[in-house]
């Protein structure tokens, strides 16, 4: 008995499986995934010092203390739009040198829209509350968790993991999200007073910024695995 090799065109069901194949290899060939995670996170260390030596404090002699995040507004609206034209920019080369298409814009335009709100929620905040609040009911922490710049780019990775059908990228991204909400602003500061109120703000976005870094190295040796 022999067995002979049917051609795919022979086959209706061998030539749809190729077709899924090929289709599975463009979509990963298109992802540079770690590229827009490496932006972001530094994007977000690089912060930091803005957020820290941008900040207004004034403490009372009976440690009661007012604050005014002014660095965040200063930095993070010019520093969104860069951040995510350079990524376009990466995603855009990348394909083109493959010879492919790419969907980054619906990305980018989602980073630009979400910066805008951003930016608006940030400003309403700064006129409407003069000095910090001393109790927040728990779901406007977690809002506020939410449109922080931090929280603003899990929810733009969850835009980008839907279009590069990433579930790898969705599954970072959902930890990602929990740990900003619920777990990093638990951290309540050291030092002085002025340091406490900075080092509350500054711990979560180093530890945010440092596991952005880390999704990007761990994207970055997938992808050379798959080749």
Do not use: K
């Given at each position: 008995?022999?067995?002979?090799?049917?051609?795919?065109?022979?086959?209706?069901?061998?030539?749809?499986?190729?077709?899924?194949?090929?289709?599975?290899?463009?979509?990963?060939?298109?992802?540079?995934?770690?590229?827009?995670?490496?932006?972001?996170?530094?994007?977000?260390?690089?912060?930091?010092?803005?957020?820290?030596?941008?900040?207004?404090?004034?403490?009372?002699?009976?440690?009661?203390?007012?604050?005014?995040?002014?660095?965040?507004?200063?930095?993070?609206?010019?520093?969104?739009?860069?951040?995510?034209?350079?990524?376009?920019?990466?995603?855009?080369?990348?394909?083109?040198?493959?010879?492919?298409?790419?969907?980054?814009?619906?990305?980018?335009?989602?980073?630009?829209?979400?910066?805008?709100?951003?930016?608006?929620?940030?400003?309403?905040?700064?006129?409407?509350?003069?000095?910090?609040?001393?109790?927040?009911?728990?779901?406007?922490?977690?809002?506020?968790?939410?449109?922080?710049?931090?929280?603003?780019?899990?929810?733009?990775?969850?835009?980008?993991?839907?279009?590069e059908r990433n579930v790898a990228l969705l599954l970072f991204t959902l930890g990602y999200l929990a740990m900003?909400?619920?777990?990093?602003?638990?951290?309540?500061?050291?030092?002085?007073?002025?340091?406490?109120?900075?080092?509350?703000?500054?711990?979560?976005?180093?530890?945010?910024?440092?596991?952005?870094?880390?999704?990007?190295?761990?994207?970055?040796?997938?992808?050379?695995?798959?080749?």
């Amino acid at each position: 008995m022999t067995t002979d090799s049917v051609p795919a065109g022979d086959d209706p069901r061998r030539l749809l499986s190729d077709v899924r194949a090929l289709a599975h290899r463009v979509r990963l060939d298109q992802r540079v995934t770690w590229v827009a995670l490496l932006v972001l996170g530094t994007v977000t260390l690089v912060g930091i010092p803005f957020d820290w030596f941008g900040m207004q404090v004034h403490c009372r002699p009976d440690s009661s203390c007012e604050f005014a995040r002014r660095g965040v507004l200063y930095y993070w609206p010019a520093a969104f739009l860069l951040a995510y034209a350079a990524i376009a920019f990466c995603y855009v080369r990348a394909a083109r040198t493959r010879g492919l298409g790419t969907r980054v814009l619906s990305y980018a335009l989602t980073g630009v829209a979400l910066t805008a709100l951003f930016t608006a929620a940030w400003v309403a905040a700064a006129l409407y509350f003069p000095s910090h609040p001393v109790r927040f009911a728990f779901w406007m922490l977690v809002l506020d968790r939410l449109i922080a710049p931090w929280g603003i780019i899990g929810v733009a990775l969850l835009v980008l993991a839907r279009l590069e059908r990433n579930v790898a990228l969705l599954l970072f991204t959902l930890g990602y999200l929990a740990m900003v909400l619920l777990v990093l602003p638990m951290n309540e500061g050291w030092g002085p007073p002025h340091w406490g109120i900075r080092s509350q703000f500054a711990v979560p976005q180093l530890v945010s910024g440092a596991a952005l870094l880390l999704g990007a190295a761990g994207f970055r040796a997938a992808r050379r695995r798959h080749r």
